[in-house]
């Protein structure tokens, strides 16, 4: 392959996936790691994508309405079958993300009390009748409908949900969940230590997706919501650990 293909493939890639690491890539198209690193040095000098510490690639590029769109049928679908298990009364926290924010549509009308630090979910859930909307604080970021920081980690360790919804970046063949970025992961490490029981929500991109962070082992949740099948949706199974197909 020509050095040209390669770049515009790995600038699909991250446009598709929101971030890719050295590592993988040089797997992936059978090249070394120094190669890889050229190549994102070139796509980053050239304004296509931005690297961050490591020779990651930064996501904070995509913006939300742009992410929103992809695989909105398997999202929509999702966030119904997240919904069914929450019962009226439930104290519901809701992560930020695309696919979460699925579950806020699912939503909205009922008798909820739903926390979050979603742009988005607030959006959606602001005018819902009967739904008791807790806005957690922090530092917005604008492109991806959320607020992060420490204010919004401190706020989370205040509270006790019934139920927890999260979003991913990816789910490793080690069966380990990924981020992108930092500033988010403190964040769902929060959200599952303050939570009865929590599932994660992803669609079938996730599996193995993207990111660069570990949250946690998928033992960790109660169980994953996706409409994703093949070898890593049959090892989570293998590990007893729920998956609801909608």
């Not at 020509?2 to 515009?8: C, D, F, G, Q, T």
Request: aromatic share 4%.
């Amino acid at each position: 392959m020509l050095p040209a293909e390669r770049r515009k493939r790995i600038l699909e890639e991250v446009r598709t996936s929101g971030g890719l690491d050295v590592v993988s890539l040089s797997e992936r198209y059978q090249v070394s790691k120094s190669t890889i690193r050229r190549d994102l040095n070139l796509l980053d000098s050239q304004g296509m994508l931005q690297r961050v510490r490591g020779g990651t690639i930064d996501v904070n590029a995509r913006t939300f309405a742009q992410i929103a769109p992809h695989a909105a049928g398997d999202k929509h679908r999702i966030g119904e079958a997240a919904a069914e298990m929450v019962a009226d009364g439930d104290i519901v926290l809701i992560d930020i993300g695309t696919t979460t924010a699925a579950a806020a549509e699912a939503l909205y009308g009922r008798r909820v009390t739903v926390l979050t630090a979603s742009l988005a979910v607030i959006d959606i859930l602001r005018n819902s009748p009967g739904t008791e909307l807790v806005v957690l604080g922090g530092v917005v970021r604008s492109t991806y409908l959320s607020m992060v920081g420490s204010l919004t980690e401190q706020a989370m360790d205040q509270l006790r949900a019934d139920i927890a919804f999260l979003g991913t970046s990816g789910v490793r063949e080690d069966l380990m969940v990924m981020d992108s970025t930092g500033t988010e992961v403190p964040i769902k490490k929060s959200i599952l230590r303050n939570s009865n029981r929590s599932y994660l929500l992803a669609s079938p991109d996730k599996f193995p997706g993207s990111g660069i962070l570990q949250i946690a082992p998928i033992t960790d949740f109660d169980g994953v919501i996706t409409t994703a099948t093949g070898p890593i949706v049959d090892s989570i199974k293998s590990l007893n650990t729920q998956v609801i197909h909608p």
